[in-house]
């Protein structure tokens, strides 16, 4: 996982529990890189699952809530380091479908390494898309929270079904987009 990630979680902490509960969660955790993360640099996955848990435990927020809503403040952040992604999309389906063909294939030239989920997208009609999600890190809640900072900034409504999920044995995700009128 990348470092950028780690500094938003950081961040994200900081901002809603203080910089104690940062302090607290890393004196808990123990992490390896002693909780010092490059943008750029590379990191365990279980680091940030360790972190994530420990704070879910810390804040009484149960842990699917909390990863869903860094997915959305990573999001937001993600967008604020990168602006071009929205501006060259027009609307939320769009810009979802950008996702695999573009944006991960620009991450992959401005970041090392980094790890990405593969996805596979059906429009079903213009108000349904259907999403197919697939990564060894099995982290369909962070992806549904940055679909959720998606359709904030594009400003829409819309139902999400996650009726195929690899925690329930499934080989990949699946979401159901709905938008709302
Ligand atoms: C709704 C939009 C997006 C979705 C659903 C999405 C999905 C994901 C997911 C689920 C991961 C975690 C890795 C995995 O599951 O294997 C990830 C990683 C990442 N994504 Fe996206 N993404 C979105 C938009 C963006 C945007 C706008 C950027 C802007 C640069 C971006 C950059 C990254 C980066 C840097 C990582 C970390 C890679 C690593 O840790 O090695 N993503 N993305």
Known sequence: MKGIVFNIL??????KAGLAA??????????ASQGIYTAGGN????????L????????DIPLNTLVTAFGSYLF????????????????FFSFLKSVHDVIHVEVRKLYEEP?????RYTQLNTQQLRLE????????????GLIAGAAEYYAVRYQLEHPVCMHKGADHCEFLITLEP
Do not use: G, T
């Open 10 to 15: 950081e961040q994200m902490v900081i901002e």
């Open 22 to 31: 940062w302090d607290q969660l890393l004196q808990d955790v123990q992490p």
């Open 43 to 50: 990191y365990p996955d279980e680091e940030v699952v360790q």
């Open 52 to 59: 994530a848990s420990r704070a879910s435990e810390m804040l």
């Open 76 to 91: 937001s952040n993600l967008v604020k380091k990168h602006p071009v992604f929205v501006e060259q999309q027009p609307d």
């Open 115 to 119: 790890s990405l989920p593969h996805f």
């Open 133 to 144: 999600y697939r990564s060894p890190r099995k982290l369909c809640m962070l992806a549904e």
